[in-house]
Protein backbone atom coordinates (compact mmCIF):
# COMPACT_ATOMS: atom_id res chain seq x y z
CA UNK A 1 0.00 0.00 0.00
CA UNK A 2 1.52 3.66 -0.57
CA UNK A 3 2.70 5.06 2.25
CA UNK A 4 1.31 8.41 1.55
CA UNK A 5 -2.39 6.37 2.46
CA UNK A 6 -1.19 4.21 5.38
CA UNK A 7 0.36 7.68 7.13
CA UNK A 8 -1.97 9.84 6.59
CA UNK A 9 -5.42 8.56 6.37
CA UNK A 10 -8.10 7.05 9.24
CA UNK A 11 -9.69 4.27 7.84
CA UNK A 12 -13.25 3.15 9.93
CA UNK A 13 -15.74 0.81 9.77
CA UNK A 14 -19.66 2.04 8.09
CA UNK A 15 -21.88 2.42 11.13
CA UNK A 16 -25.11 2.94 10.33
CA UNK A 17 -26.44 5.43 12.87
CA UNK A 18 -28.60 8.85 12.56
CA UNK A 19 -27.20 11.49 14.05
CA UNK A 20 -30.97 12.71 14.72
CA UNK A 21 -30.13 14.27 18.37
CA UNK A 22 -31.66 17.30 18.46
CA UNK A 23 -29.28 20.88 18.88
CA UNK A 24 -33.10 22.53 19.96
CA UNK A 25 -33.57 23.72 23.90
CA UNK A 26 -29.43 22.77 24.14
CA UNK A 27 -29.16 26.53 25.73
CA UNK A 28 -30.85 25.44 28.83
CA UNK A 29 -29.30 22.10 29.35
CA UNK A 30 -25.91 24.06 28.97
CA UNK A 31 -26.51 25.89 32.63
CA UNK A 32 -27.07 22.62 34.40
CA UNK A 33 -24.52 22.00 37.23
CA UNK A 34 -23.12 24.10 39.78
CA UNK A 35 -21.96 27.79 40.86
CA UNK A 36 -20.48 29.34 43.46
CA UNK A 37 -18.95 32.71 44.55
CA UNK A 38 -16.70 34.27 47.26
CA UNK A 39 -14.42 32.38 49.61
CA UNK A 40 -15.81 29.20 52.15
CA UNK A 41 -13.00 30.74 54.62
CA UNK A 42 -14.76 32.73 57.15
CA UNK A 43 -13.23 36.45 57.78
CA UNK A 44 -12.66 36.89 61.40
CA UNK A 45 -13.24 40.76 62.66
CA UNK A 46 -10.17 41.37 64.97
CA UNK A 47 -10.35 42.62 68.80
CA UNK A 48 -9.22 45.83 70.39
CA UNK A 49 -5.64 44.25 70.00
CA UNK A 50 -5.69 42.98 66.88
CA UNK A 51 -6.46 39.50 67.30
CA UNK A 52 -8.81 37.50 65.05
CA UNK A 53 -11.90 36.82 66.88
CA UNK A 54 -13.09 33.42 66.58
CA UNK A 55 -16.45 34.46 67.96
CA UNK A 56 -16.87 37.19 65.87
CA UNK A 57 -16.86 36.21 62.15
CA UNK A 58 -17.90 37.34 58.44
CA UNK A 59 -18.90 35.21 55.50
CA UNK A 60 -18.89 35.70 51.89
CA UNK A 61 -19.97 33.28 49.70
CA UNK A 62 -23.05 31.60 47.68
CA UNK A 63 -23.69 28.50 45.82
CA UNK A 64 -26.18 27.55 43.37
CA UNK A 65 -27.56 24.83 41.59
CA UNK A 66 -28.93 24.90 38.21
CA UNK A 67 -30.95 21.37 37.82
CA UNK A 68 -33.70 19.52 35.59
CA UNK A 69 -37.26 18.51 37.50
CA UNK A 70 -40.38 17.46 35.25
CA UNK A 71 -38.80 18.78 31.92
CA UNK A 72 -38.38 22.78 33.32
CA UNK A 73 -35.22 24.26 34.62
CA UNK A 74 -35.31 24.87 39.01
CA UNK A 75 -32.72 26.48 40.79
CA UNK A 76 -31.63 26.05 44.45
CA UNK A 77 -29.87 29.16 45.91
CA UNK A 78 -27.54 29.47 49.43
CA UNK A 79 -25.79 32.13 51.02
CA UNK A 80 -24.00 33.25 53.71
CA UNK A 81 -22.82 36.65 54.12
CA UNK A 82 -22.64 39.67 56.15
CA UNK A 83 -22.06 38.55 60.06
CA UNK A 84 -23.35 34.89 59.18
CA UNK A 85 -26.30 35.83 57.55
CA UNK A 86 -27.46 32.78 55.62
CA UNK A 87 -30.52 32.43 52.94
CA UNK A 88 -31.95 29.86 51.10
CA UNK A 89 -34.12 30.17 48.36
CA UNK A 90 -35.59 27.20 45.34
CA UNK A 91 -37.86 27.22 42.44
CA UNK A 92 -38.40 27.27 39.10
CA UNK A 93 -36.96 29.86 36.66
CA UNK A 94 -39.06 31.27 34.27
CA UNK A 95 -36.69 32.17 31.15
CA UNK A 96 -37.63 35.54 29.21
CA UNK A 97 -35.29 34.82 26.45
CA UNK A 98 -32.42 32.39 25.53
CA UNK A 99 -30.00 34.86 27.90
CA UNK A 100 -32.39 35.63 31.19
CA UNK A 101 -34.72 34.70 33.39
CA UNK A 102 -37.13 35.41 36.12
CA UNK A 103 -38.17 33.94 40.04
CA UNK A 104 -41.45 35.44 41.57
CA UNK A 105 -42.42 34.14 44.87
CA UNK A 106 -45.27 35.99 46.63
CA UNK A 107 -45.82 35.70 50.19
CA UNK A 108 -48.67 36.66 53.01
CA UNK A 109 -45.91 39.38 54.29
CA UNK A 110 -43.33 40.17 51.52
CA UNK A 111 -42.43 38.31 48.17
CA UNK A 112 -38.77 37.29 46.62
CA UNK A 113 -38.23 38.27 42.90
CA UNK A 114 -34.77 37.24 41.62
CA UNK A 115 -33.31 37.79 38.01
CA UNK A 116 -31.33 35.49 36.25
CA UNK A 117 -28.66 36.64 33.48
CA UNK A 118 -27.00 33.73 32.12
CA UNK A 119 -23.78 34.26 30.80
CA UNK A 120 -21.76 30.99 29.66
CA UNK A 121 -19.58 29.83 32.42
CA UNK A 122 -21.29 32.97 34.78
CA UNK A 123 -25.12 33.72 36.05
CA UNK A 124 -25.01 36.80 37.30
CA UNK A 125 -28.27 37.06 39.89
CA UNK A 126 -30.03 39.81 40.79
CA UNK A 127 -32.22 40.06 43.86
CA UNK A 128 -35.33 42.36 44.36
CA UNK A 129 -36.03 42.60 48.08
CA UNK A 130 -35.92 38.94 49.52
CA UNK A 131 -35.50 39.62 53.44
CA UNK A 132 -37.64 36.95 54.67
CA UNK A 133 -35.46 34.21 53.35
CA UNK A 134 -32.02 35.84 54.04
CA UNK A 135 -32.36 38.36 57.00
CA UNK A 136 -31.92 42.07 56.32
CA UNK A 137 -27.86 42.22 55.82
CA UNK A 138 -27.21 39.10 53.08
CA UNK A 139 -28.07 39.57 49.99
CA UNK A 140 -28.95 36.26 47.24
CA UNK A 141 -27.01 38.65 44.43
CA UNK A 142 -23.52 38.03 42.72
CA UNK A 143 -21.77 36.65 39.78
CA UNK A 144 -22.19 32.52 40.41
CA UNK A 145 -19.24 31.13 38.76
CA UNK A 146 -19.37 27.78 37.28
CA UNK A 147 -17.68 24.63 39.43
CA UNK A 148 -19.10 21.54 38.04
CA UNK A 149 -21.13 20.31 35.30
CA UNK A 150 -24.59 17.95 35.53
CA UNK A 151 -24.05 14.33 35.09
CA UNK A 152 -27.50 14.65 32.76
CA UNK A 153 -25.55 17.11 30.84
CA UNK A 154 -22.48 14.86 30.28
CA UNK A 155 -24.15 12.01 29.07
CA UNK A 156 -25.77 14.35 26.72
CA UNK A 157 -22.75 15.49 25.21
CA UNK A 158 -21.30 11.96 25.32
CA UNK A 159 -23.89 10.49 22.97
CA UNK A 160 -23.77 13.34 20.22
CA UNK A 161 -19.70 13.40 19.81
CA UNK A 162 -20.12 9.35 19.48
CA UNK A 163 -22.89 9.93 17.02
CA UNK A 164 -21.03 12.72 14.65
CA UNK A 165 -17.44 10.27 14.85
CA UNK A 166 -19.28 7.99 13.63
CA UNK A 167 -21.25 9.65 11.07
CA UNK A 168 -17.55 10.78 9.67
CA UNK A 169 -16.68 7.09 9.80
CA UNK A 170 -20.01 6.26 7.42
CA UNK A 171 -18.75 8.85 4.89
CA UNK A 172 -15.04 7.73 4.64
CA UNK A 173 -16.25 4.47 4.06
CA UNK A 174 -18.39 5.60 1.80
CA UNK A 175 -15.38 7.80 0.09
CA UNK A 176 -18.48 10.43 0.52
CA UNK A 177 -15.40 13.32 1.16
CA UNK A 178 -18.06 16.46 1.00
CA UNK A 179 -20.14 14.80 3.86
CA UNK A 180 -17.31 13.56 5.65
CA UNK A 181 -15.47 17.48 5.55
CA UNK A 182 -19.26 18.87 6.89
CA UNK A 183 -18.42 17.27 10.69
CA UNK A 184 -14.86 18.63 10.55
CA UNK A 185 -13.91 22.11 11.50
CA UNK A 186 -11.97 24.34 8.78
CA UNK A 187 -8.57 24.32 10.38
CA UNK A 188 -9.10 20.37 10.75
CA UNK A 189 -5.54 18.90 11.10
CA UNK A 190 -4.70 14.73 10.44
CA UNK A 191 -1.97 13.54 12.17
CA UNK A 192 -0.43 9.98 12.44
CA UNK A 193 2.79 8.53 14.97
CA UNK A 194 5.37 6.24 13.65
CA UNK A 195 7.22 3.85 16.09
CA UNK A 196 6.36 6.62 18.30
CA UNK A 197 6.95 9.88 16.21
CA UNK A 198 4.34 12.16 16.03
CA UNK A 199 4.12 14.63 12.77
CA UNK A 200 1.60 16.82 11.18
CA UNK A 201 0.39 14.88 8.39
CA UNK A 202 -2.30 17.05 6.18
CA UNK A 203 -4.62 19.75 6.01
CA UNK A 204 -8.50 19.22 5.97
CA UNK A 205 -8.32 19.73 2.37
CA UNK A 206 -5.65 17.19 1.41
CA UNK A 207 -7.68 15.01 3.27
CA UNK A 208 -10.75 15.55 1.48
CA UNK A 209 -8.91 15.17 -1.84
CA UNK A 210 -7.07 11.68 -0.88
CA UNK A 211 -10.29 10.45 0.22
CA UNK A 212 -12.66 11.14 -2.65
CA UNK A 213 -10.29 9.05 -5.36
CA UNK A 214 -11.12 5.90 -2.48
CA UNK A 215 -8.98 3.16 -2.53
CA UNK A 216 -10.50 -0.20 -1.32
CA UNK A 217 -9.51 -0.24 1.64
CA UNK A 218 -11.20 -0.07 5.42
CA UNK A 219 -11.23 0.35 8.71
CA UNK A 220 -12.93 -1.94 11.42
CA UNK A 221 -12.89 0.38 14.99
CA UNK A 222 -14.13 -1.44 18.55
CA UNK A 223 -13.81 -0.30 22.06
CA UNK A 224 -15.10 3.10 21.27
CA UNK A 225 -15.09 5.51 24.89
CA UNK A 226 -16.16 8.85 24.84
CA UNK A 227 -15.37 12.21 27.50
CA UNK A 228 -16.74 15.32 26.94
CA UNK A 229 -18.12 18.67 28.54
CA UNK A 230 -20.45 21.25 27.16
CA UNK A 231 -17.54 22.27 24.78
CA UNK A 232 -14.71 19.61 24.02
CA UNK A 233 -14.78 16.06 23.85
CA UNK A 234 -12.41 13.30 23.41
CA UNK A 235 -13.34 9.98 21.56
CA UNK A 236 -11.20 7.29 21.09
CA UNK A 237 -10.76 3.57 19.95
CA UNK A 238 -9.18 0.72 18.71
CA UNK A 239 -8.85 -0.24 15.47
CA UNK A 240 -7.85 -2.64 12.60
CA UNK A 241 -6.73 -1.40 8.59
CA UNK A 242 -7.97 -3.75 6.61
CA UNK A 243 -6.92 -3.74 2.96
CA UNK A 244 -7.64 -5.82 0.20
CA UNK A 245 -9.34 -8.46 2.67
CA UNK A 246 -6.15 -8.53 5.15
CA UNK A 247 -5.13 -6.31 8.02
CA UNK A 248 -2.29 -4.20 7.24
CA UNK A 249 -2.20 -2.04 10.27
CA UNK A 250 -3.60 -1.53 13.50
CA UNK A 251 -3.64 1.04 16.65
CA UNK A 252 -5.77 3.62 18.10
CA UNK A 253 -7.50 6.50 17.07
CA UNK A 254 -8.27 9.94 18.49
CA UNK A 255 -10.66 12.30 18.00
CA UNK A 256 -11.03 15.42 19.13
CA UNK A 257 -13.84 17.49 18.96
CA UNK A 258 -15.49 21.44 19.51
CA UNK A 259 -18.89 22.35 20.39
CA UNK A 260 -20.08 24.29 17.99
CA UNK A 261 -22.84 26.78 17.37
CA UNK A 262 -23.71 23.93 14.43
CA UNK A 263 -23.05 20.86 16.67
CA UNK A 264 -19.85 18.74 17.39
CA UNK A 265 -16.94 19.38 14.96
CA UNK A 266 -13.96 17.32 14.72
CA UNK A 267 -10.86 19.77 15.18
CA UNK A 268 -8.09 17.43 14.88
CA UNK A 269 -7.34 13.31 14.36
CA UNK A 270 -4.39 11.19 15.53
CA UNK A 271 -3.49 7.78 15.21
CA UNK A 272 -0.98 5.27 16.72
CA UNK A 273 -0.34 2.60 13.92
CA UNK A 274 2.40 -0.43 13.58
CA UNK A 275 1.92 -3.26 11.33
CA UNK A 276 2.44 -6.09 14.02
CA UNK A 277 0.76 -8.14 17.06
CA UNK A 278 -2.78 -7.04 15.45
CA UNK A 279 -4.38 -10.58 16.56
CA UNK A 280 -6.21 -8.20 19.54
CA UNK A 281 -7.09 -5.55 17.34
CA UNK A 282 -9.05 -7.82 15.14
CA UNK A 283 -12.94 -7.09 15.09
CA UNK A 284 -14.01 -10.56 13.67
CA UNK A 285 -15.91 -11.84 16.62
CA UNK A 286 -17.58 -8.25 17.19
CA UNK A 287 -20.86 -8.94 16.54
CA UNK A 288 -22.10 -5.23 16.55
CA UNK A 289 -20.95 -1.45 16.35
CA UNK A 290 -18.57 -0.09 18.68
CA UNK A 291 -21.46 3.14 18.66
CA UNK A 292 -24.08 0.92 19.69
CA UNK A 293 -22.16 -0.64 22.43
CA UNK A 294 -21.21 3.22 23.92
CA UNK A 295 -24.28 4.20 23.57
CA UNK A 296 -26.15 0.90 25.45
CA UNK A 297 -23.12 1.44 28.47
CA UNK A 298 -25.21 4.65 29.09
CA UNK A 299 -27.94 3.45 29.61
CA UNK A 300 -26.63 0.46 31.56
CA UNK A 301 -25.24 3.00 33.56
CA UNK A 302 -28.45 5.27 34.02
CA UNK A 303 -30.41 2.51 34.94
CA UNK A 304 -27.71 0.92 37.58
CA UNK A 305 -27.80 4.64 38.84
CA UNK A 306 -31.52 4.46 39.15
CA UNK A 307 -32.06 0.91 41.03
CA UNK A 308 -29.01 2.67 43.20
CA UNK A 309 -30.99 5.76 44.39
CA UNK A 310 -33.81 3.69 45.65
CA UNK A 311 -31.25 1.33 47.54
CA UNK A 312 -30.04 4.58 49.09
CA UNK A 313 -33.11 6.57 49.18
CA UNK A 314 -32.50 9.49 46.92
CA UNK A 315 -36.04 10.42 46.11
CA UNK A 316 -34.95 13.23 43.84
CA UNK A 317 -32.45 11.29 41.42
CA UNK A 318 -34.96 8.49 41.30
CA UNK A 319 -37.86 10.40 39.97
CA UNK A 320 -36.06 12.52 38.43
CA UNK A 321 -35.13 9.65 36.08
CA UNK A 322 -38.62 8.75 34.62
CA UNK A 323 -40.05 11.00 32.09
CA UNK A 324 -43.63 12.54 33.17
CA UNK A 325 -45.87 10.08 31.78
CA UNK A 326 -43.96 7.54 32.61
CA UNK A 327 -46.00 4.30 33.91
CA UNK A 328 -44.93 1.72 36.49
CA UNK A 329 -46.51 -1.78 36.58
CA UNK A 330 -45.62 -3.16 39.86
CA UNK A 331 -45.88 -6.97 40.99
CA UNK A 332 -49.43 -6.54 41.98
CA UNK A 333 -52.28 -7.01 39.70
CA UNK A 334 -53.16 -3.18 40.83
CA UNK A 335 -49.47 -1.55 40.81
CA UNK A 336 -50.35 0.13 37.56
CA UNK A 337 -49.13 4.10 38.63
CA UNK A 338 -48.42 7.20 36.79
CA UNK A 339 -45.22 8.92 38.18
CA UNK A 340 -47.03 10.82 40.46
CA UNK A 341 -49.13 7.90 41.68
CA UNK A 342 -46.29 5.75 41.85
CA UNK A 343 -43.88 8.69 44.10
CA UNK A 344 -47.31 8.89 46.66
CA UNK A 345 -46.99 5.13 47.09
CA UNK A 346 -42.86 4.99 46.91
CA UNK A 347 -42.41 8.32 49.09
CA UNK A 348 -43.09 6.58 52.68
CA UNK A 349 -40.49 4.21 52.07
CA UNK A 350 -37.99 6.60 50.70
CA UNK A 351 -38.64 8.53 54.20
CA UNK A 352 -37.41 5.70 55.89
CA UNK A 353 -33.78 5.88 54.48
CA UNK A 354 -33.90 2.85 52.10
CA UNK A 355 -36.56 2.11 49.93
CA UNK A 356 -35.79 -1.42 48.21
CA UNK A 357 -32.28 -2.83 46.81
CA UNK A 358 -32.02 -4.62 43.30
CA UNK A 359 -29.37 -5.58 41.78
CA UNK A 360 -28.74 -6.10 38.60
CA UNK A 361 -27.68 -9.78 37.26
CA UNK A 362 -28.18 -8.88 33.26
CA UNK A 363 -29.94 -6.87 30.80
CA UNK A 364 -30.30 -6.96 27.15
CA UNK A 365 -31.11 -3.33 24.92
CA UNK A 366 -32.45 -2.40 21.78
CA UNK A 367 -32.70 0.50 19.84
CA UNK A 368 -35.47 1.93 17.50
CA UNK A 369 -32.77 2.60 14.12
CA UNK A 370 -33.17 6.49 15.06
CA UNK A 371 -31.14 5.75 18.34
CA UNK A 372 -33.48 7.55 20.18
CA UNK A 373 -35.97 5.27 21.91
CA UNK A 374 -35.02 2.07 23.21
CA UNK A 375 -36.42 -0.84 25.17
CA UNK A 376 -34.81 -3.34 27.81
CA UNK A 377 -35.42 -6.30 29.31
CA UNK A 378 -33.34 -7.47 32.89
CA UNK A 379 -33.00 -9.65 35.27
CA UNK A 380 -32.88 -8.53 39.29
CA UNK A 381 -31.82 -9.99 42.39
CA UNK A 382 -34.08 -8.59 45.10
CA UNK A 383 -35.65 -9.53 48.57
CA UNK A 384 -38.84 -11.56 46.13
CA UNK A 385 -35.92 -13.95 44.21
CA UNK A 386 -35.18 -13.28 40.82
CA UNK A 387 -37.67 -10.93 38.96
CA UNK A 388 -37.81 -9.76 35.90
CA UNK A 389 -37.86 -6.01 34.38
CA UNK A 390 -38.77 -4.14 31.20
CA UNK A 391 -38.98 -1.14 30.03
CA UNK A 392 -38.89 1.70 27.21
CA UNK A 393 -36.27 4.90 27.87
CA UNK A 394 -35.83 7.84 25.60
CA UNK A 395 -33.13 10.46 24.80
CA UNK A 396 -34.18 13.56 25.88
CA UNK A 397 -32.57 16.80 25.58
CA UNK A 398 -31.53 16.39 29.40
CA UNK A 399 -30.52 12.28 28.88
CA UNK A 400 -32.20 9.08 29.17
CA UNK A 401 -35.55 9.02 30.51
CA UNK A 402 -37.56 6.26 31.49
CA UNK A 403 -41.16 5.62 29.95
CA UNK A 404 -42.22 2.94 30.84
CA UNK A 405 -41.24 -0.22 33.40
CA UNK A 406 -42.67 -3.32 34.10
CA UNK A 407 -41.50 -5.28 36.97
CA UNK A 408 -42.65 -9.15 37.79
CA UNK A 409 -41.51 -12.21 40.04
CA UNK A 410 -40.30 -15.13 38.15
CA UNK A 411 -42.09 -18.71 39.30
CA UNK A 412 -40.45 -22.18 38.23
CA UNK A 413 -42.82 -24.15 35.95
CA UNK A 414 -42.89 -27.02 38.31
CA UNK A 415 -44.67 -24.62 40.65
CA UNK A 416 -47.12 -23.06 38.58
CA UNK A 417 -49.43 -25.41 39.86
CA UNK A 418 -48.61 -24.98 43.69
CA UNK A 419 -48.56 -20.91 42.85
CA UNK A 420 -52.30 -21.07 41.35
CA UNK A 421 -53.55 -23.34 44.55
CA UNK A 422 -51.79 -20.24 46.76
CA UNK A 423 -53.83 -17.59 44.74
CA UNK A 424 -56.95 -19.37 44.76
CA UNK A 425 -57.29 -19.39 41.15
CA UNK A 426 -59.26 -22.39 39.43
Known amino acids: MPRFIAVTILFFSTIHLNSGFSQENKRLVDYIGTYTYGN ?249 DPAVNFIKGTIDDAMNKWHHSAAIADELNFFNFMAEDCIYLGTDASERWTKEEFKEFATPHFEKGKAWDFKTNWRNIYFHKDMELAWFEESLDTWMGECRGSGVIEFTNIGWKLKHYNLSVTIDNDKIKSFIELVGEE
Not at 111 to 139: M, T, Y
Not at 164 to 187: Q, S
Request: charged share 25%; with cysteine.
Open 40 to 288: LDPIYLEDDNGVPDSSFAMCNYGQLEIYYKYDSMFFSLSICNATYHIGEVSGYIEMVDDKKGKYVREDEVEGCVLHFEFKDSVISVQEIDCIPWHGARANFSGDYTYANRNAFSDIKHKVEAAIVVNEFFKHFNNYDAEKMGALMTNDCVLYGSDNGVVSKNIDKKGFMKVIGKGGGFEEKIFNLQVKADDKLAVAWMDFSFIFKGKIHHCGINQFNLINTDDGWKIYSIIDSRHETACDSYSVGEIDE
